[in-house]
C-alpha cells in the first residue's frame, strides 16, 4: 500500500508539529522555573505566552495574506497571467511560508536591540518567549496557507479571503497599538 499525500495536508502537518514544538518549548521553559503564561506585568516578555502571543498569530496570518497577494501580481505582471482559482503552486506557498518565518526572526531580533535601545522597550524578552513568539507566528501562516489553499478552489470565496486577511492585519495592529510596548 503507497501513501501519497496530498499537498493541501501538508500545512495542516506542519502546524502540528509546530504545535507540538510549542507545547514542547512551554514545558521545557517550565522546568527550568520560566512562566507559561504572563500573568502580571513582571512576567511580560519572560514567559512563554503573554498576551502578544494572539498578536503573532494574527500578524503570521495576515502576511501569509500579503506575501500570497504580492507574489500572485508580481507573477502575473512579471510572466503569462495566471487564475489562482483552481490550483495555486505549492512552491510559492513554501517560498510565502518561509518568508513568514524570516519575517518573524527579524522582528524578534530588531525588537529585542532596536527597540530596546530606542526606550520602547523596557527589558529584551526571554529566549522562551523569543522561541514562542517565533512558532507562533508560524502558526498563523500555516492556518493562512491552507485557508489560502481550501478558498481559492472556487472564485466565490476571493472577498472573504481579503476580508478575513485585511481583519487580521487590523487586529494585529489594533493589538499593538492598543497594549503598545510594556
Known amino acids: 500500500m503507497v501513501l501519497i499525500m496530498e499537498k493541501r495536508n501538508i500545512p495542516l502537518l506542519l502546524m502540528l508539529g509546530l504545535i507540538i514544538a510549542l507545547i ?21 516578555s519572560i514567559a512563554s505566552f ?19 497577494t ?5 507573477k502575473n505582471r512579471t510572466g503569462t497571467a495566471t487564475d489562482p482559482i483552481n490550483e495555486p503552486e505549492f512552491k510559492s506557498f513554501v517560498i ?21 535601545f530606542a526606550g520602547m522597550k523596557v527589558r ?38 481579503y476580508i478575513y486577511g485585511f481583519m487580521c492585519l487590523t487586529m494585529g495592529i489594533i493589538i499593538f497599538i492598543g497594549f503598545g510596548f510594556a
Open 24 to 44: 514542547l518549548t512551554a514545558i521545557i521553559a517550565a522546568v527550568f522555573n520560566v512562566p507559561v503564561v504572563a500573568t502580571n506585568e513582571s512576567e511580560l
Open 50 to 68: 503573554d498576551f502578544w502571543t494572539i498578536a503573532h498569530f494574527l500578524w503570521g496570518v495576515a502576511l501569509f495574506v500579503i506575501a500570497f
Open 70 to 74: 504580492i507574489g500572485w501580481i508580481v
Open 96 to 116: 510565502y511560508y518561509i518568508i513568514i518565518l524570516i519575517i518573524s526572526g527579524l522582528w524578534e531580533l530588531i525588537e529585542n536591540t532596536l527597540l530596546l
Open 124 to 161: 529584551p524578552d526571554g529566549p522562551a518567549n523569543i522561541i514562542t513568539d517565533i512558532i507562533i507566528w508560524g502558526i498563523g501562516g500555516c492556518v493562512s496557507w491552507y485557508m489560502t489553499d481550501i478558498m481559492f478552489l472556487s472564485d466565490k470565496y476571493l472577498r472573504a479571503y
